[in-house]
């Protein structure tokens, strides 16, 4: 093992011990610890735009969407769970996912050697399947679940609830990964900022949907507008801790990698990088979905620190957070992210709460974007820069955003 | 299909719709068709209500237009989308709101000469108060493009769009401070009252306000004519400043290509805040109009609009201004339609599904130009 590898881990192994001795002992109370959840649960969220935006270079404002779809998706599950000990949330959730990856896996397969297929054929074509396939999962879904959930109540009440969180959570990053590779394909094919439109539109659309997710859906239990109750507080340190190291080391790995390299070649430049060969539809496609997938685990996460969940949170001006936390922190840089991330939850969350006067808390809303201002207007390459632990940092030499050169802009036509 | 993955001319049906993007266009097709289906039936089942539903449409669609304009002109020259624009909105109908109930200034006129008739104090006090506005919301956006923007025009356009996004929430929240605006629902006064008029077989008769109009009639309000009117004034004045005048012809060239116009003596960074000014400047006087129509001014006001009319700029191509029009007419048709005959709720969703179809078939916008490769 390399010794940055070791720093990195022990380092983290340490951070975690630290933290957890921390509340173990009653040092941090519940108002800190559901800060340091929010802030993991915003790492994840920002490192999966990173991976769009920062190595891609596809500006989405849609992983707000992806992660109210996690959040919604894992909540419901449990919520059944805790209410009458019933998996079929659960089973129809799994069997729909587990379906549509493997016809999602299939038909790409398929439908790599056809060529000549533009993305909203297959779009429409992958819709007809995955709508069938759905709807198959909920017959055979509910004609499982009674075994299962007998099966799941066998075991002592605590384990079953940790087992059926752990799959909830990766169910809902599973969901969100398939529903961007769904919206993906045809809008990917849009340039950056009209793709960037179209992705806050899905985030607007999702929370139209959430709103009245009681009388346009078929979910009573999430009750709309009113905010969906009754969800298990599981998410603690250790799975928020446990997720956002296993998705950082994922991400290291994959930039390292010849995907990585790929993935961070489209963003430098298309053209070039179709010359040497590189599938630039697919790469972008890997990114969004690889980036969605970690939207929705941190929706899932999210779901799970108060139990409560309103569609306001997942309000489309909300979708611009994850996207300021990652430029705070520096685009394409992990660490630039996972330290923004931490800080914003801190400042915005819990140091203008503690640190303004009694009485000038709606400063809040006046400070933060001012502190923003300031940032962006010093630091125009973010808080961090290119400052990168040594275990993240890649093997190429760091890759700049391009200096925009001034672009031939569109016209103002009469 | 041959083992090594290429094509013959034996390929299926199937095989062969895909190849040529069949499916896609059935599938688009069919949703245009299902769309216009159910236009067509309420047409037929109530059109007395249809049309109505059109105008109060087209009211909508031209106050995003106005708001619209904004957007595609700050994006066609810089290619910021400026969100603090929403709020600039919001900003022109406070001021709208404070020059009309605290100051009473749509009546001055009158103070200043007694006696004067009642319909020549409103329209000359009612304009002053648009112009107010305007001058106030353009001063605004001059100093937030000064201040927040042009330190940024070489940096990555990222942090350009970040610092907007943080102006418009500090316009937001600056606002709805007790002491700057209010954190309230205020109530917007109307500087003249409303009129009403009820069209139907029997011609057109003036509604007094309280009676409820006779059956199978389309009600027009001189609101709805107003907004109509003063929207079409200032856009015909802004095609006068953008076709007709140095400035005009200036920021044209400065859109074209920034560099060039440097070259040929134009001041670029003057244009771009005159630009800024002119869209905010439209922005406020969209604001009163929003106002007049929905009576109802507070602080966070701003952002829905504003987004349907960038929506509206991105729809018609954006960096047009016809487009922008355009844009904003199909966007408040289709709000005002599908919270008819759809649902109320459901009216953001179908707009930004319009948006997504409309960009797939034409991937700039419906007056959108090819983009053009860089030189």
Request: aromatic share 12%; with cysteine.
């Given at each position: 093992?390399?010794?940055?590898?070791?720093?990195?881990?022990?380092?983290?192994?340490?951070?975690?011990?630290?933290?957890?001795?921390?509340?173990?002992?009653?040092?941090?109370?519940?108002?800190?610890?559901?800060?340091?959840?929010?802030?993991?649960?915003?790492?994840?969220?920002?490192?999966?735009?990173?991976?769009?935006?920062?190595?891609?270079?596809?500006?989405?404002?849609?992983?707000?969407?992806?992660?109210?779809?996690?959040?919604?998706?894992?909540?419901?599950?449990?919520?059944?769970?805790?209410?009458?000990?019933?998996?079929?949330?659960?089973?129809?959730?799994?069997l729909?996912?587990?379906?549509?990856?493997?016809?999602?896996?299939?038909?790409?397969?398929?439908?790599?050697?056809?060529?000549?297929?533009?993305?909203?054929?297959?779009?429409?074509?992958?819709?007809?399947?995955?709508?069938?396939?759905?709807?198959?999962?909920?017959?055979?879904?509910?004609?499982?679940?009674?075994?299962?959930?007998?099966?799941?109540?066998?075991?002592?009440?605590?384990?079953?609830?940790?087992i059926?969180?752990?799959?909830?959570?990766?169910?809902a990053?599973?969901?969100?990964?398939?529903?961007?590779?769904?919206f993906?394909?045809?809008?990917?094919?849009?340039?950056?900022?009209?793709?960037?439109?179209?992705?806050?539109?899905?985030?607007?659309?999702?929370?139209?949907?959430?709103?009245?997710?009681?009388?346009l859906?078929?979910?009573p239990?999430?009750?709309?507008?009113?905010?969906?109750?009754?969800?298990?507080?599981?998410?603690?340190?250790?799975?928020?801790?446990?997720?956002?190291?296993?998705?950082?080391?994922?991400?290291?790995?994959?930039l390292?990698?010849?995907?990585?390299?790929?993935?961070?070649?489209?963003?430098?430049?298309?053209?070039?990088?179709?010359?040497?060969?590189?599938?630039?539809?697919?790469?972008?496609?890997?990114?969004?979905?690889?980036?969605?997938?970690?939207?929705?685990?941190?929706?899932?996460?999210?779901?799970?620190?108060?139990?409560?969940?309103?569609?306001?949170?997942?309000?489309?001006?909300?979708?611009?957070?994850?996207?300021?936390?990652?430029?705070?922190?520096?685009?394409?840089?992990?660490?630039?992210?996972?330290g923004?991330?931490?800080?914003?939850?801190?400042?915005?969350?819990?140091?203008?709460?503690?640190?303004?006067p009694?009485?000038?808390?709606?400063?809040?809303?006046?400070?933060?974007?001012?502190?923003?201002?300031?940032?962006?207007?010093?630091?125009?390459?973010?808080?961090?820069?290119?400052?990168e632990?040594?275990?993240?940092?890649?093997?190429?030499?760091?890759?700049?955003?391009?200096?925009?050169?001034?672009?031939?802009?569109?016209?103002?036509?009469? | 299909?041959?083992?090594?993955?290429?094509?013959?001319?034996?390929?299926?049906?199937?095989?062969?719709s895909?190849?040529?993007?069949?499916?896609?266009?059935?599938?688009?097709?069919?949703?245009?068709?299902?769309?216009?289906?159910?236009?067509?039936?309420?047409?037929?089942?109530?059109?007395v209500?249809?049309?109505?539903?059109?105008?109060?449409?087209?009211?909508?669609?031209?106050?995003?237009?106005?708001?619209?304009?904004?957007?595609?002109?700050?994006?066609?020259?810089?290619?910021?989308?400026?969100?603090?624009?929403?709020d600039?909105?919001?900003?022109?109908?406070?001021?709208?709101?404070?020059?009309?109930?605290?100051?009473?200034?749509?009546?001055?006129?009158?103070?200043?000469?007694?006696?004067?008739?009642?319909?020549?104090?409103?329209?000359?006090?009612?304009?002053?108060?648009?112009?107010?506005?305007?001058?106030?919301?353009?001063?605004?956006?001059?100093?937030?493009?000064?201040?927040?923007?042009?330190?940024?025009?070489?940096?990555?356009?990222?942090?350009?769009?970040?610092?907007?996004?943080?102006?418009?929430?500090?316009?937001?929240?600056?606002?709805?401070?007790?002491?700057?605006?209010t954190?309230?629902?205020?109530?917007?006064?109307?500087?003249?009252?409303?009129?009403?008029?009820q069209?139907?077989?029997?011609?057109?008769?003036?509604?007094?306000?309280?009676?409820?109009?006779?059956?199978?009639?389309?009600?027009?309000?001189?609101?709805?004519?107003?907004?109509?009117?003063?929207?079409?004034?200032?856009?015909?004045?802004?095609?006068?400043?953008?076709q007709?005048?140095?400035?005009?012809?200036?920021?044209?060239?400065?859109?074209?290509?920034?560099?060039?116009?440097?070259?040929?003596?134009?001041?670029?960074?003057?244009?771009?805040?005159?630009?800024?000014?002119?869209?905010?400047?439209?922005?406020?006087?969209?604001?009163?109009?929003?106002?007049?129509?929905?009576?109802?001014?507070?602080?966070?006001?701003?952002?829905?609009?504003?987004?349907?009319?960038?929506?509206?700029?991105?729809?018609?191509?954006?960096?047009?201004?016809?487009?922008?029009?355009?844009?904003?007419?199909?966007?408040?048709?289709?709000?005002?339609?599908?919270?008819?005959?759809?649902?109320?709720?459901?009216?953001?969703?179908?707009?930004?599904?319009?948006?997504?179809?409309?960009?797939?078939?034409r991937?700039?916008?419906?007056?959108?130009?090819?983009?053009?490769?860089?030189?």
């Amino acid at each position: 093992m390399q010794r940055t590898t070791l720093f990195f881990l022990g380092g983290a192994a340490l951070i975690f011990v630290i933290v957890q001795a921390m509340i173990s002992f009653g040092l941090l109370n519940d108002f800190y610890v559901n800060i340091l959840l929010l802030a993991s649960v915003y790492a994840i969220v920002g490192l999966g735009l990173n991976l769009i935006y920062g190595f891609n270079g596809q500006f989405s404002l849609g992983q707000w969407g992806f992660y109210a779809i996690g959040a919604y998706a894992a909540g419901d599950i449990t919520y059944w769970w805790t209410l009458d000990k019933s998996a079929h949330a659960l089973m129809i959730a799994l069997l729909a996912v587990l379906f549509c990856g493997a016809a999602i896996l299939l038909l790409r397969k398929l439908l790599s050697r056809v060529r000549g297929v533009d993305a909203l054929s297959a779009f429409t074509l992958y819709l007809v399947v995955v709508i069938f396939l759905v709807f198959i999962a909920i017959q055979l879904g509910q004609a499982l679940s009674p075994a299962v959930s007998g099966l799941l109540s066998l075991l002592p009440d605590g384990l079953s609830l940790q087992i059926v969180f752990f799959l909830a959570v990766l169910i809902a990053g599973l969901m969100a990964a398939e529903i961007s590779f769904l919206f993906g394909l045809p809008v990917l094919t849009l340039g950056s900022d009209y793709f960037g439109i179209a992705t806050l539109g899905l985030t607007i659309i999702v929370k139209v949907l959430l709103d009245n997710s009681d009388t346009l859906l078929p979910f009573p239990e999430m009750k709309g507008a009113r905010g969906m109750v009754g969800i298990p507080e599981v998410t603690n340190w250790f799975w928020a801790f446990a997720f956002l190291l296993v998705i950082v080391i994922v991400v290291r790995n994959l930039l390292h990698s010849s995907y990585g390299r790929a993935i961070i070649s489209v963003r430098e430049d298309e053209i070039a990088a179709k010359a040497m060969g590189i599938d630039i539809a697919h790469y972008k496609n890997l990114s969004f979905v690889l980036g969605s997938l970690f939207a929705g685990l941190a929706g899932g996460l999210y779901a799970h620190i108060n139990g409560f969940l309103h569609p306001n949170t997942f309000n489309f001006i909300k979708s611009f957070d994850p996207m300021i936390i990652i430029v705070m922190g520096g685009l394409g840089s992990i660490t630039g992210t996972l330290g923004a991330s931490f800080a914003w939850a801190f400042i915005l969350e819990g140091l203008l709460r503690v640190i303004l006067p009694q009485g000038t808390e709606t400063w809040r809303f006046v400070v933060y974007p001012l502190i923003l201002l300031l940032i962006m207007l010093l630091r125009p390459k973010g808080l961090m820069g290119e400052i990168e632990l040594p275990f993240l940092r890649q093997v190429l030499p760091p890759l700049k955003p391009k200096a925009q050169p001034e672009e031939t802009q569109a016209e103002v036509k009469p | 299909m041959t083992p090594n993955g290429t094509l013959n001319s034996k390929d299926t049906l199937f095989i062969q719709s895909l190849r040529k993007g069949w499916l896609g266009k059935i599938f688009l097709i069919l949703i245009g068709l299902a769309a216009l289906w159910k236009l067509g039936v309420s047409l037929a089942d109530n059109p007395v209500l249809f049309l109505q539903q059109v105008i109060n449409g087209l009211q909508l669609g031209f106050v995003y237009a106005l708001i619209a304009l904004g957007y595609t002109m700050v994006y066609g020259i810089v290619r910021l989308i400026n969100f603090a624009h929403g709020d600039v909105f919001m900003v022109g109908a406070f001021v709208g709101f404070y020059t009309i109930a605290r100051f009473q200034f749509h009546t001055w006129p009158e103070r200043l000469f007694p006696g004067l008739p009642q319909w020549l104090v409103l329209g000359v006090g009612t304009v002053t108060v648009v112009l107010i506005s305007m001058a106030i919301c353009a001063l605004l956006a001059f100093t937030i493009e000064r201040v927040a923007y042009k330190p940024l025009r070489n940096a990555p356009r990222i942090s350009a769009l970040i610092t907007a996004i943080g102006v418009s929430f500090f316009l937001e929240y600056f606002g709805a401070l007790q002491f700057v605006f209010t954190p309230n629902f205020v109530t917007f006064e109307r500087p003249f009252s409303v009129q009403n008029w009820q069209i139907n077989n029997l011609g057109i008769q003036a509604l007094p306000s309280g009676q409820s109009p006779a059956d199978n009639s389309i009600i027009i309000s001189n609101i709805a004519l107003i907004i109509v009117l003063a929207s079409i004034l200032l856009l015909l004045l802004l095609q006068f400043i953008v076709q007709g005048t140095r400035v005009g012809k200036a920021m044209r060239a400065v859109a074209y290509d920034k560099q060039t116009a440097r070259l040929m003596g134009i001041n670029v960074d003057g244009i771009i805040s005159i630009t800024f000014a002119i869209g905010a400047a439209l922005a406020g006087a969209a604001g009163i109009l929003y106002a007049t129509a929905f009576p109802q001014v507070y602080f966070v006001m701003g952002i829905i609009p504003g987004l349907k009319a960038f929506v509206a700029a991105v729809l018609g191509g954006i960096g047009s201004i016809p487009g922008a029009v355009v844009g904003a007419l199909i966007m408040g048709q289709a709000e005002v339609l599908s919270a008819a005959y759809i649902s109320t709720p459901m009216r953001d969703a179908v707009a930004f599904s319009i948006l997504v179809i409309v960009l797939l078939v034409r991937p700039t916008g419906i007056f959108g130009e090819p983009e053009r490769e860089k030189a």
